[in-house]
């Protein structure tokens, strides 16, 4: 077993590049005679632009171009999609306003204050229309979508909901509302655009997915695909907006192009808020029944999402409602309104955080209803099969998770009654919730080169996000090949190194890291075949599986053994290589994937001001083999947070009247901040899975937001007595 065996608890491999300032994000990464593209917004919300006043600013100092949809290049492909998960884009082609904040000019400067300058003088005329900004007022135009992405259809069924619920014992009928949040990564989005002649292009691009920049860009500029390189080494967040190419990429690609030289665009924070999506709002019907034994005997999960008037996404929040709890009788649906608006996106575990809000919330009530312990009637549920496809699981230790998180939170000495602890003026509750996520895999590659110093490089074109990909990813090479640690380095980030998915969907770790390993034992076998068939090796003559690796030594008997490094210097090669595809591993078409977790939460609700403050978490999470326990843990801190946000501060405020969103930055769209994260102990609870993948490991990136509002939400409650069924929770709601 080598040093750097997945499992243990590594520092991350770049770490000391980002203290010290050194790791180049896409806006700053060094391109000679750079120029600076600057957005000019609409500041309507839905109608035309009748006129545009652009002479100002092209006499302003050091302007090189002032584009709009007069003079911009035609791009007929910018409102096509080449695969399913693009997004329709606003790239200046013609008049039309589709919602508040899209471009309707670009700047384009040698320098980004000359060109903020000019931007602010370009003024338009609008022939405005009264938008569509409310989806309460709108649902009278709801439609069914064709699909929910990777959720599948958008309608379920199985057995008889209505007439199961009329014989149900106790029966639960709520909505629950979600508001619209905002993607606010640390890094925003940006972009530099070099191309070399009129057929090659080099875009540095802030993303989660650089073969789907690439393929975006070459389907839009008429390009090989191959001709098109896309390079992002570091990435400050992307949580699901950086997942697809918006509008600004396409824009800076196209403003390089006229003025014949590098073009850099960062996206603002404020226009973050218009043009790179964002997790739409959601209305939930929910109707549950249970009978006598306290078994659900019936589901209905009805979702209503708003999706933009040109494009379509759809929030999956009934996704999970399909397969968490046994129960023979379920229905889900969803819904869409088409609204003047942004379209909105991916944002960590889409459907599945708002999902588990309504579904958990509607749980704890029921729990309640029955006059049941909330564990307790999601143990009698548990499901030991799917439920919807009744394929057993590849694993599943949910009930570990109840069992470890109610344990370290004290479950037990709850007090079932509502408003019975107090602590001077407040009000202090628990709750719990059920966290699920998907575990995904996607089509891979990676490759493995062994070099003459007898270290060993790999490479993959995947993303590190903030997740710790390089760290894992060189874990993963270093346990494959029998090598310490420190003689394996992991490139990524690069449309020249073999094909990868987007960093999305939690798949990362399961995609990329099967790859690796697949093409770092590929090459362990080439090492030793070489070394048993040569004869200047010691190893001469041994049986292939008579051969193990030690610490980069290939070892065939007490004394006979041949280095990494004399293998290749005896090939004659400069190095040996080893690349491999993966697919989706077979063994997972017989089975039901998903990590699975519980929340356990207290507040405590200043019962004069009503003001929530979350005083103590424990998480417990079972999502297969855990690659790097000090990584996974911030990964699951990270969402518990996202939660908290949710749950209690995040909300964008669109004007029902204008369309605009009012709420455009960091002072008015609320976060968390370490004053409103209290202590969270996170349990990562042992789970093997032979079956999800090559190495075992489920994802970890989404399933810590599962279930924490609707933990936050049950706990508020049990504070109070007050249910409160539309996020996020604030003071007004409980006064």
């Known amino acids: 077993m080598s040093e750097g065996s997945t499992g243990r608890a590594r520092d991350r491999v770049d770490a000391r590049l980002k203290v010290t300032g050194q790791a180049e994000y896409a806006a700053e990464v060094p391109v000679a005679n750079v120029a600076h593209a600057v957005i000019v917004e609409s500041a309507e919300t839905s109608g035309d632009v009748v006129a545009i006043e652009t002479r100002e600013a092209e006499r302003c100092p050091g302007v090189l171009a002032v584009l709009t949809h007069e003079n911009a290049p035609k791009l007929p492909r910018a409102a096509q999609k080449s695969i399913p998960f693009d997004r329709i884009l606003q790239v200046l082609q013609g008049p039309e306003v589709l919602y508040s904040g899209q471009p309707v000019a670009l ?21 405005s229309a009264a938008p569509l900004a409310d989806l309460g007022r709108e649902l009278s135009r709801a439609y069914k979508p064709a699909s929910v992405g990777a959720g599948g259809e958008p309608d379920t069924k199985r057995g008889d909901v209505d007439r199961a619920l009329a014989s149900a014992h106790v029966t639960l ?37 650089i073969f789907g920049v690439r393929k975006r860009l070459a389907f839009i500029f008429d390009l090989p695909p191959e001709n098109v390189r896309v390079i992002n080494h570091f990435v400050g967040g992307g949580f699901g907006c950086k997942g697809s190419p918006w509008s600004h990429v396409v824009l800076a690609v196209m403003a390089a192009k ?81 609204l003047d ?26 729990a309640y209803a029955l006059s049941v312990d909330p564990v307790a009637l999601r143990l009698v549920n548990h499901a030991d099969q799917d439920p919807e496809d009744g394929k057993p699981w590849s694993s599943k230790t949910l009930r570990e998770c109840y069992r470890q998180g109610a344990d370290r939170f004290g479950w037990a000495r709850r007090s079932p009654r509502p408003r019975a602890t107090r602590e001077g003026r407040w009000l202090v509750g628990s709750g719990m919730a059920t966290a699920t996520y998907p575990a995904r895999q996607s089509p891979s590659s990676a490759v493995a080169r062994a070099r003459p110093d007898g270290t060993v490089l790999v490479q993959a074109g995947t993303q590190d996000i903030g997740t710790g990909t390089y760290t894992i990813m060189t874990q993963v090479a270093a346990d494959a090949l029998g090598l310490p640690f420190d003689q394996v380095r992991f490139e990524l980030g690069d449309t020249a190194f073999p094909e990868t998915p987007g960093s999305g969907g939690s798949r990362t770790a399961s995609s990329t890291g099967s ?22 090796s010691p190893l001469y003559g041994l049986r292939a599986d008579a051969v193990i690796v030690d610490r980069g030594a290939l070892v065939g008997g007490r004394e006979a053994t041949d280095s990494f490094a004399s293998v290749v210097a005896r090939s004659g090669a400069p190095e040996l290589v080893a690349e491999v595809h993966t697919e989706e591993k077979a063994d ?88 409103d994260v209290p202590e969270i102990d996170v349990i990562s609870v042992a789970e093997d899975d032979p079956h999800v993948n090559e190495i075992g490991a489920k994802g970890i990136g989404e399933i810590g937001i599962t279930g924490v509002a609707a933990a936050i939400a049950n706990a508020v409650y ?13 003071l007004d709601k409980l006064l």
């Open 107 to 127: 700047v384009v400067a040698d320098s980004l204050e000359r060109a903020q300058d000019a931007a602010s003088r370009v003024t338009a005329r609008y022939a």
């Open 173 to 209: 009928d709520a909505t629950y509302t979600t508001q619209v949040q905002n993607h606010n990564p640390m890094e925003s989005p940006a972009t530099i655009a070099v191309w070399q002649g009129d057929q090659r292009l080099t875009v540095y691009d802030s993303t989660q997915g």
């Open 258 to 338: 006229v003025v014949k030289r590098p073009t850099k665009l960062v996206v603002t924070r404020q226009q973050m808020f218009a043009i790179v999506g964002h997790r739409p709002q959601t209305i939930q019907h929910i109707r549950l029944g249970a009978g006598r034994d306290n078994k659900l005997v019936a589901i209905r999960h009805e979702v209503t999402s708003e999706t933009s008037s040109f494009d379509e996404f759809v929030e999956p929040s009934a996704v999970q409602t399909r397969m968490l709890y046994a129960c023979p009788n379920v229905e889900t649906s969803h819904r869409l309104v088409r």
């Open 341 to 366: 608006i942004g379209t909105p996106t991916f944002q960590r575990a889409p459907g599945e955080a708002t999902g588990t809000f309504a579904l958990e919330s509607a749980m704890d009530e029921l």
């Open 515 to 536: 790859a690796v390993k697949m093409a770092c034992l590929e090459l362990r076998k080439q090492l030793v075949a070489r070394a048993v068939a040569d004869e200047r």
């Open 588 to 675: 997972r078409q017989h089975y039901s994937s998903h990590s699975f977790g519980a929340d356990f939460v207290e507040v405590r609700v200043d019962e004069d001001l009503g003001a929530v403050r979350v005083s103590r978490i424990v998480g417990a999470f079972a999502a297969g083999r855990i690659l790097n326990p000090k990584t996974a843990r911030s990964q699951l801190l990270g969402g518990i947070i996202w939660g908290i946000g949710l749950a209690l501060l995040e909300h964008t405020v669109r004007d029902p009247r204008t369309g605009r969103v009012v709420t455009r930055d960091l002072a008015d769209y609320h976060v968390p901040c370490c004053a």
């Open 718 to 730: 049990h504070a109070t007595g007050k249910r409160i069924r539309d996020l996020p929770i604030t």
